[in-house]
């Protein structure tokens, strides 16, 4: 499309197809921008959240520019369903791997260069081989997609060196704009993505990470099977993932689950490629509704409908934490997470740590270890702190997780706030948190008195908390952004200007004193999510979206997708608010357009309608 269009031309055709399609009425924040940019035949780099509708920016593309679309996805496992996805929608796609037959790709390649195909996925191995990239020469490609960008990175925490042969798509197709995706950058990988693809002035896109639909909580260890089964119990019948740090703890909390009668299956490295495959489609077709899973989980998960997330473990670091927090809630409804944490973790992590032999990597290790620890330590509200770890500035008080919620109280700290902030102030800005602490409690160390520390005003004007109490508020200090280290995760504090502030009594500072283990066990977390609702929430709403979960699930047992591919919980729950008995009524539940009308308008409708007249569920 070309700007001298007439005013609301491309706009209007865009949100035409974004309605007849994807059945959608707007955009998502960005989305309209990022699509403009690839049919003007711009590059572009998009570091959007996980649920942020990447997939659209370059399907809705695909169906403009005539030619072929070519998606590089590391995922292959996630290809089909993604092309199913696609084809739902009435987009005509296809896609080439390893898993294919010889039959099957023949086909493909016939359907290729007859030109019936608008979007094509591929692994990234396939196309770093030469002459495969020549055989599209012919295919009329007027875009390169190119999703998890981040892998490309050796600086991110999934590279993938067949994804480094992509920088050769620029030379070979110099007229074909690049698009790259990804939900993890950091400014770092931002930069290396957009050098070795080596994307030409890209409009360069973030949008905020927060993922404000989900809930984050951090809870004591204490009994973790037991409080594992306490929290799915509270979840029964929603599809959620526990996640430990081994194998076996992975067996005996799925054991323990499946005891207590829930459908749950055991997922790690230990399984071979076809059985972890068996498990993780039984899950994405809601065939269980829990997986026990070690890390090497969830890559390949494009489940919409994820409702819940427990972390039995501490998480390696903040990136996954938020990655694997992540794939809940990608439809956009509530979802809950909780991590379960006690000291015996963080002697778990560290004794790894100490096994690297790397030093650089060592301390890569404990940097990642002080950040995660910081998160699950510290008062501050917890989507500030993941966003922070973003460069993203969040004010904190989000009103959806635990420190936020008052399920840990949160107490004035200011006046101690202050008289650690003035012994830094004090003593040049150069110290770290051990001699600050010594410094308030009045511990006459030897450096202390070395340095006359002994004399400062400060000194032992806390002694009413001892050198842990001090240290763990300097974390929290400086998870707030009141304390800075000057460089280097063990360099000394230099006050910022909110702690100037705060020094001079123009804030106050409050953080959380956790309560007791019993207590948060027994707090329901949802309060926070659920009641946002409306009367969907009613017992009556409830039954009507387990009946059309159940029309849906039959669906895709006949179609032989996922569930989710066929409507996502969001149209669901659209579809209980709406009760359509008509046509029209069903347009207008986000997730319905025009060829999923076509395709399952008749069933739904006759669900509603047999549902409303009292009959049961078909
Ligand atoms: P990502 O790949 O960024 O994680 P997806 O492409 O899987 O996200 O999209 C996440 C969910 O959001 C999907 O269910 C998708 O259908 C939905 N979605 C995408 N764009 C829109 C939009 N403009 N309006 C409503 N829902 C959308
Ligand atoms: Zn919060």
Same mark, same amino acid.
């Given at each position: 499309m070309s700007p001298d269009e007439p005013a609301d031309g491309p706009h209007g055709a865009l949100l035409r197809a974004l309605e007849t399609h994807f059945g959608f009425s707007s955009f998502r924040p960005r989305q309209e921008e990022i699509v403009s940019s690839i049919l003007s035949g711009r590059d572009v780099f998009a570091a959007l959240p996980t649920g942020g509708g990447k997939s659209l920016c370059y399907q809705l593309p695909a169906l403009f520019n005539g030619g072929l679309t070519v998606v590089v996805s590391p995922l292959i496992s996630l290809m089909k369903d993604q092309v199913d996805a696609a084809r739902e929608n009435g987009i005509a796609a296809a896609y080439l791997n390893s898993s294919l037959s010889l039959e099957k790709a023949q086909k493909t390649w016939k359907e290729l260069s007859a030109g019936r195909v608008r979007l094509l996925y591929l692994? $990234?191995?396939?196309?770093?081989?030469?002459?495969?990239?020549?055989?599209?020469?012919?295919?009329?490609?007027?875009l390169f997609a190119v999703d998890e960008a981040h892998c490309i990175s050796e600086w991110g925490h999934e590279f993938r060196p067949d994804y480094l042969t992509l920088g050769e798509l620029r030379g070979e197709f110099p007229h074909v704009p690049i698009a790259a995706f990804t939900a993890t950058a950091t400014r770092q990988v931002q930069d290396d993505v957009i050098r070795r693809l080596k994307l030409h002035s890209p409009l360069t896109v973030r949008t905020s990470f927060d993922r404000s639909e989900i809930y984050y909580a951090v809870t004591p260890k204490d009994n973790v099977e037991k409080q594992i089964l306490d929290f799915v119990a509270r979840h029964r019948g929603e599809p959620g993932i526990v996640y430990r740090s081994s194998r076996k703890a992975v067996e005996r909390t799925a054991d323990s689950l499946d005891e207590a009668g829930f459908r749950a299956v055991a997922y790690h490295a230990g399984f071979e490629d076809e059985e972890?495959?068996?498990?993780?489609?039984?899950?994405?077709?809601?065939?269980?509704?829990?997986?026990?899973?070690?890390?090497?989980?969830? &890559?390949?998960? +494009?489940?919409?409908?994820?409702r819940w997330i427990v972390h039995g473990d501490l998480p390696r670091s903040l990136e996954a934490y938020y990655q694997e927090t992540g794939r809940a809630a990608r439809d956009g409804e509530p979802a809950e997470t909780v991590m379960f944490y006690g000291p015996k973790d963080v002697s778990t992590i560290r004794y790894h740590i100490e096994r690297m032999e790397v030093?650089?990597?060592?301390?890569?290790?404990?940097?990642?270890?002080?950040?995660?620890?910081?998160?699950?330590?510290?008062?501050?509200?917890?989507?500030?702190?993941?966003?922070?770890?973003?460069?993203?500035?969040? $004010?904190?008080?989000?009103?959806?997780?635990?420190?936020?919620?008052? @399920?840990? #109280? #949160?107490?004035?700290?200011?006046?101690?706030?202050?008289?650690?902030?003035?012994? #830094?102030?004090?003593?040049?800005?150069?110290?770290?948190?051990?001699?600050?602490?010594?410094?308030?409690?009045?511990?006459?160390? +030897?450096?202390?008195?070395?340095?006359?520390?002994? /004399?400062? $005003?400060?000194?032992?004007?806390? @002694?009413?908390?001892?050198?842990?109490?001090?240290? @763990?508020?300097?974390?929290?200090?400086?998870?707030?952004?009141?304390?800075?280290?000057?460089?280097?995760?063990?360099?000394?504090?230099?006050?910022?200007?909110?702690?100037?502030?705060?020094?001079?009594?123009?804030?106050r500072f409050s953080a959380v004193r956790r309560q007791e283990p019993a207590e948060l066990g027994s707090r329901a977390g949802r309060n926070?999510?659920?009641? /946002?609702?409306? *009367?969907?929430?009613?017992?009556?709403?409830?039954?009507?979206? /387990?009946?059309?979960?159940?029309?849906?699930?039959?669906?895709?047992?006949?179609?032989?997708?996922? *569930?989710?591919?066929?409507?996502?919980?969001?149209?669901?729950? #659209?579809?209980?608010?709406?009760?359509?008995?008509?046509?029209?009524? &069903?347009?207008?539940?986000?997730?319905?357009?025009?060829?999923?009308?076509?395709?399952?308008?008749?069933?739904?409708?006759?669900?509603?309608? @047999?549902?409303?007249?009292? /009959?049961?569920c078909p």
């Open positions: 692994s $990234p191995e396939r196309l770093s081989r030469p002459a495969f990239r020549a055989s599209l020469q012919g295919l009329g490609v007027t972890r495959r068996r498990r993780q489609d039984a899950f994405v077709r809601d065939e269980v509704e829990v997986v026990v899973a070690t890390i090497a989980f969830g &890559m390949g998960i +494009d489940k919409s409908n994820v030093p650089e990597e060592r301390e890569r290790a404990e940097a990642r270890l002080l950040e995660v620890l910081r998160f699950a330590d510290s008062g501050i509200c917890r989507r500030k702190l993941l966003l922070g770890h973003f460069d993203e500035e969040h $004010p904190g008080g989000c009103g959806n997780c635990d420190v936020c919620t008052d @399920s840990v #109280a #949160a107490e004035d700290f200011t006046e101690q706030a202050q008289k650690i902030l003035s012994a #830094a102030h004090r003593t040049g800005e150069r110290f770290g948190g051990y001699h600050l602490a010594d410094i308030v409690c009045g511990n006459a160390t +030897d450096r202390v008195l070395d340095l006359g520390h002994n /004399q400062l $005003p400060t000194f032992g004007v806390g @002694s009413d908390h001892d050198r842990t109490w001090w240290l @763990s508020l300097l974390r929290d200090l400086e998870s707030g952004g009141y304390l800075a280290r000057k460089d280097g995760p063990r360099s000394g504090f230099r006050i910022t200007p909110a702690g100037r502030s705060l020094l001079r009594g123009r804030n926070a999510v659920v009641g /946002q609702g409306a *009367p969907e929430d009613s017992e009556e709403a409830e039954r009507l979206f /387990q009946c059309l979960r159940s029309v849906r699930l039959k669906l895709a047992r006949q179609r032989n997708v996922p *569930p989710y591919v066929i409507f996502s919980d969001k149209t669901l729950r #659209a579809l209980v608010r709406e009760r359509p008995t008509d046509p029209e009524a &069903m347009l207008r539940c986000p997730g319905v357009g025009k060829t999923k009308l076509a395709r399952y308008g008749d069933i739904v409708l006759e669900a509603v309608r @047999s549902f409303l007249s009292g /009959q049961s």
